[in-house]
């Protein structure tokens, strides 16, 4: 049973790009999760699915911010028009109910 | 809800002595409270879980924890800390759709 996988590990961009990060879950859990991490601080809840549909979104999440789960299994979250206070590891979990969550390694975000 | 205060910013053990990180709930109704670790510039790891099942619960890496309701603790701990111990330790109460952390215990370990 492999684990929560996140695509890239890492990523440097210039302010103002879009930039677009991976999660697969571990098969067969239907909720998903993402979460953000600043520097010092523990992780900040984004939003979340149950199979396709996003079931809670933050105040965090702004309007530049767009999380799909197009077919209930893997996640993709869009930053547009990056700006340098998104730097951040954004992390995924999932978990096969509301139960344990199992994070992936992460992305880290840096913005230029 | 239920709400969790971890006592301590950062400890400091030497290696080979006990762990303790200490984490406070603030209600009687505890559906779930979790232990996370997160190493260096890694994701979480879950490293226990209590539910109400067992009072006493061991985790991964030899740690454990014990629900006490009479002191509304549940604090990890550890025999002998080990240098790969060094990493920042979350108490997260759980049972609900998403998981609210706070800034954590950093644990630092000497030789």
């Known amino acids: 049973d492999t684990g929560v996988s996140q695509d890239p590990r890492h990523k440097i961009t210039k302010r103002g790009q879009n930039v677009t990060f991976r999660c697969d879950p571990i098969?067969?859990?239907?909720?998903l999760y993402w979460y953000r991490q600043t520097l010092g601080q523990g992780p900040e809840f984004l939003t979340y699915?149950?199979?396709?549909?996003?079931?809670?979104k933050s105040r965090l999440l702004s309007d530049r911010f767009s999380a799909e789960r197009p077919k209930g299994s893997f996640s993709t979250l869009e930053i547009q028009r990056t700006e340098q206070g998104d730097s951040a590891m954004y992390l995924c979990?999932?978990?096969?109910?509301?139960?344990?969550?199992?994070f992936g390694p992460g992305t880290r975000l840096t913005v230029l | 809800a239920q709400s969790v205060t971890q006592l301590d910013s950062h400890v400091s053990v030497s290696e080979g002595t006990p762990v303790l990180l200490r984490c406070n709930y603030s209600?009687?109704?505890?559906?779930?409270l979790f232990w996370y670790v997160q190493h260096p510039n890694k994701g979480l790891q879950l490293l226990l879980k209590y539910t109400s099942a067992a009072t006493l619960v061991k985790g991964i890496n030899g740690f454990e924890a014990e629900f006490k309701k009479s002191e509304t603790s549940f604090h990890l701990t550890k025999p002998s800390a080990h240098m790969s111990d060094a990493a920042e330790y979350f108490c997260v109460p759980g049972g609900y759709n998403k998981l609210i952390f706070g800034a954590g215990t950093r644990l630092a370990v000497h030789p």
């Open positions: 979990a999932s978990s096969p109910r509301l139960d344990t969550q199992y």
């Open positions: 098969s067969e859990h239907n909720r």
């Open positions: 209600s009687s109704y505890s559906p779930s």
């Open positions: 699915f149950q199979n396709e549909a996003q079931l809670e």
